[in-house]
């Protein structure tokens, strides 16, 4: 079955620093998207992106599907960004199977 | 509009009990989802459906847990004889067609002792 690594598994950053997480996937993707997690919170899907570049607000998705892997980069990191970052994919269906996230903490 | 909505938030079971979990979809959304989230892991499909038919249960522990959406939209999640091992949160979420974005409800989180 497909699986979905990502990485670093966590990271700490200072207010104002960027940051950028990784997901690799082991088949082929025809949908990848970008949840966010906050703590003991729900899941809310930060954007999709498939292929190519996406912006939203400070958020930058960069996916290359031909070498499988996808990276998210958060500009000038906010305490209020802090959660898991998870990343999933399915191939042409509605089944997504998830990462095990990137936890990050943005101290003051 | 109202969002994903789940019931209870939280569970605490003894090994061997019972318990069931409520999801009402957002209106309108086909497409409903259970996952099943250990701690510290990323979430795993249990089951979904669209409309009130499964589409794949493959990763449903049939002997202990079932599911249902008999109408189409709100579903229920049951587990007949609880293990330390399904402790975990349980999200539902919904979405409106192939490929369409899913929306998650906050998940009960389950702990069973």
């Known amino acids: 079955g497909q699986q979905v690594q990502q990485s670093p598994a966590s990271l700490v950053l200072q207010e104002g620093e960027n940051a950028e997480l990784q997901c690799n996937f082991s088949?082929?993707?025809?949908?990848l998207q970008w949840f966010y997690q906050s703590p003991g919170g729900s899941l809310v899907s930060l954007l999709s992106?498939?292929?190519g570049t996406k912006h939203t607000g400070r958020l930058t998705s960069t996916t290359v599907t031909k070498e499988r892997r996808s990276s998210l980069h958060i500009s000038s990191s906010q305490t209020t960004d802090s959660g898991t970052y998870l990343c999933?994919?399915?191939?042409?269906?509605?089944?997504?199977?998830f990462g095990t996230g990137t936890s990050l903490l943005v101290d003051p | 509009e109202a969002g994903v909505t789940q019931s209870p938030r939280y569970a605490v079971l003894q090994e061997g009990q019972a318990v069931s979990f409520w999801c009402d979809p957002i209106?309108?959304?086909?497409?409903l989802y259970w996952y099943q989230q250990p701690r510290d892991q990323g979430p795993q499909l249990l089951v979904y459906?669209?409309?009130?038919?499964?589409?794949?249960n493959s990763q449903l522990p049939s002997d202990r847990f079932s599911a249902v959406r008999p109408k189409g939209t709100n579903s229920t999640l049951k587990i007949q004889s609880a293990k330390q091992g399904d402790t975990a949160t349980y999200l539902c979420?919904?979405?409106?067609?192939?490929?369409?974005?899913?929306?998650f409800g906050a998940g009960t989180r389950l702990s069973v002792l």
């Open positions: 999933a994919i399915s191939n042409m269906g509605y089944k997504l199977t």
């Open positions: 088949s082929t993707a025809t949908q």
């Open positions: 992106n498939p292929s």
């Open positions: 209106s309108g959304h086909d497409t």
């Open positions: 459906f669209r409309d009130e038919a499964v589409i794949d």
């Open positions: 979420a919904s979405s409106g067609g192939f490929q369409n974005t899913l929306y």
